[in-house]
């Protein structure tokens, strides 16, 4: 990453905290109309079209509105339509320090559209979201929580029929009706149940404490993630100090081995607290 885009994505950041977290699309306002996935899948579109362009009000703004579209979508999402919008995402909470919850949700975006591959648009080669999608492909799944059978309706997980809810990463919950109208439609934040089945529905162990379970998963995957920003700015440090390094690339080197390295270091504090407080919940 060079000085320049280092110099945009700062002023982006600033924008971003300024405007203020983006809620969830579970509590958005009642819907005036019914969105269509097309729609739905333009709106996602223009939010990639706005990070392209760095037009970061723009893209802010194309994420708020798709949020708002999920829980008013009356047809089904696919699957490709679902990687999209986890990619919006990912994006979001990349420009917003939320290190391991861009992994999540490139994990979300691997789920639904194995085999995909990030544009050089979005992460250019050196850009730290390609380690992230690395850390994302790799990162093994946690098994999912069985559905309840009584429950009414097909349900679709990220375009999927399903029968289980994931765990550990966000997704698109729908309930699809026999004539294939959406019955309900959600964005599901990490260990968050589908909406009327509360956590620990699912019989077994895995159910005894499902708060400590979810702290448990988010600590491994952060320390996950830290492990990985800190090898980044290694390498980058590495070849920094290499003599056969051009002098036109020390800057950006710098910067990144720095927002690497603070950026690990942050993520390791949060990987040791949310571990604490699972082994301390797991023991209530």
């Excluded at 979005?122 to 690395?134: K, S």
């Excluded at 999912?144 to 289980?164: F, M, N, Q, W, Y």
């Excluded at 270091?265 to 949060?270: D, E, F, H, P, T």
Aim: a negative charge; glycine letters at 10%.
């Amino acid at each position: 990453m060079n000085r320049t885009t280092l110099v945009q994505v700062g002023a982006c950041l600033g924008i971003l905290a300024s405007m203020g977290p983006v809620g969830s699309a579970s509590a958005a306002a009642p819907c005036d109309a019914p969105v269509s996935a097309r729609a739905f899948h333009q709106q996602v579109a223009a939010g990639d079209s706005a990070y392209a362009d760095m037009d970061l009000e723009a893209f802010q703004a194309a994420r708020v509105a798709a949020r708002a579209m999920v829980p008013c979508l009356a047809e089904p999402v696919t699957p490709a339509q679902a990687a999209g919008y986890h990619r919006l995402e990912a994006l979001g909470e990349f420009l917003s320090r939320d290190h391991a919850g861009a992994v999540a949700s490139l994990r979300s975006l691997v789920a639904a559209a194995p085999g995909y591959q990030l544009s050089s648009s979005i992460a250019p080669d050196g850009h730290p979201l390609r380690l992230y999608f690395e850390i994302a492909e790799n990162t093994a799944a946690v098994p999912g929580v069985p559905l309840p059978e009584s429950r009414v309706g097909e349900v679709k997980i990220d375009g999927t029929t399903a029968g289980s809810w994931p765990l550990d990463r966000p997704y698109l919950f729908q309930v699809v009706e026999k004539d294939g109208a959406v019955q309900q439609s959600s964005l599901q934040n990490i260990g968050v149940a589908p909406p009327g089945m509360a956590p620990g529905t699912a019989s077994g162990p895995s159910s005894r404490n499902p708060n400590a379970k979810v702290l448990g998963i988010v600590s491994a995957s952060t320390a996950v993630v830290a492990g990985g920003l800190y090898l980044g700015a290694r390498s980058a440090s590495a070849k920094f100090w290499d003599p056969s390094t051009s002098t036109s690339e020390l800057d950006g080197l710098r910067s990144r081995t720095n927002t690497l390295g603070w950026a690990s270091a942050g993520l390791g504090v949060v990987a040791v607290g949310t571990g604490g407080a699972a082994l301390l919940v797991g023991t209530w």
